[in-house]
């Protein structure tokens, strides 16, 4: 399973020279599995170079999905080159909701007067599905999606392909305003879904004394994405959702902090940056 970051910023897109080295794109990750098998998580800013580079190799269906419709996770979507080839066949994944159906609101942000084209208008063909509440294939990778808490519709996913897991909670305060090591793992949200991955990525968005003024936001605090993935026991921790504020300097700091505060066994933690490269393969 070979993983790429296309983009790791929380809340809001921020080019600029502050923030070459960590990159300024909204969530995306590329998940491409050894049978070929490619899964595309949310569709922040970063699925616009990805789509540049997926409109050159071909037409194969392409899986899309989003842990929620927050703008910073499907602002991308619109400039994504696959959507304007009427041979894409864009499946789209996503949590439900009892109000609207996931093309209904997502096409909310598709139409005027916040996007000039709208989703009915696009030539690629779209599927969309609401997660399962079991687990469900997507080629050779095997897909497990679960609420989580962050405010609405929020799912995280787990992805198990070629003998390795990988969690993707990039939206996620696990316990409001609680210490985690206070509680079972029944009372901690997401658990189940991270629990013994080979990687988790997983948000990181406030430094902790940042989170005093956020708890409830629906973001973790460093201290709190370091317990939920010792307390997880995922072998390697991917730090995520940089904080808009954060310059690469600011996210050098968070780096340096996590080492310090970092108990648990395995690979220390570690800051996602653009581009950066995961092949994730058996031991």
């Known amino acids: 399973m070979h993983v790429r970051i296309w983009g790791c910023r929380?809340?809001?897109?921020?080019p600029g020279p502050e923030t070459l080295r960590y990159g300024g794109n909204t969530s995306c990750v590329e998940i491409e599995c050894n049978d070929g098998t490619r899964i595309i998580l949310d569709a922040g800013t970063g699925i616009r170079a990805l789509g540049r580079r997926l409109a050159a190799n071909g037409s194969e269906p392409i899986h899309l999905c989003l842990t929620h419709l927050h703008l910073d996770?499907?602002?991308g979507i619109g400039f994504f080159a696959p959507i304007f080839d009427p041979k894409t066949v864009l499946h789209v994944?996503?949590?439900?909701?009892?109000?609207?159906?996931?093309?209904e609101r997502l096409a909310r942000y598709l139409s005027a007067p916040l996007f000039p084209v709208e989703l009915a208008d696009l030539p690629a063909t779209f599927v969309f599905h609401d997660v399962e509440?079991?687990?469900w294939e997507i080629g050779g990778a095997?897909?497990?999606a679960a609420p989580i808490s962050h405010p609405g519709a929020t799912v995280g996913y787990r992805i198990e392909a070629d003998g390795k897991v990988m969690a993707y909670l990039p939206d996620h305060e696990p316990a409001v305003g609680v210490d985690l090591n206070r509680l079972t793992s029944d009372w901690i949200s997401g658990y189940a879904l991270a629990e013994g991955a080979d990687v988790l990525i997983h948000d990181a968005q406030y430094t902790d004394a940042e989170y005093g003024d956020h708890v409830g936001w629906g973001h973790s605090s460093l201290s709190q994405a370091l317990s939920f993935g010792?307390?997880?026991?995922?072998s390697r921790l991917l730090l995520f959702h940089h904080d808009p504020q954060h310059s690469d300097e600011d996210l050098d700091v968070h780096q340096s902090?996590?080492?310090e505060?970092?108990?648990g066994d395995g690979t220390p933690p570690e800051l996602a940056f653009e581009g950066m490269e995961l092949q994730i393969s058996p031991s």
């Not at 929380?10 to 921020?14: E, N």
């Open 10 to 14: 929380g809340s809001l897109a921020t």
């Open 93 to 103: 994944w996503g949590p439900r909701s009892s109000v609207r159906s996931l093309d």
């Open 261 to 263: 505060l970092w108990q």
């Open 230 to 234: 010792s307390m997880t026991t995922a």
């Open 257 to 259: 902090r996590a080492h």
């Open 133 to 135: 509440d079991e687990p």
């Open 142 to 144: 095997r897909l497990n």
């Open 73 to 75: 996770h499907i602002e």
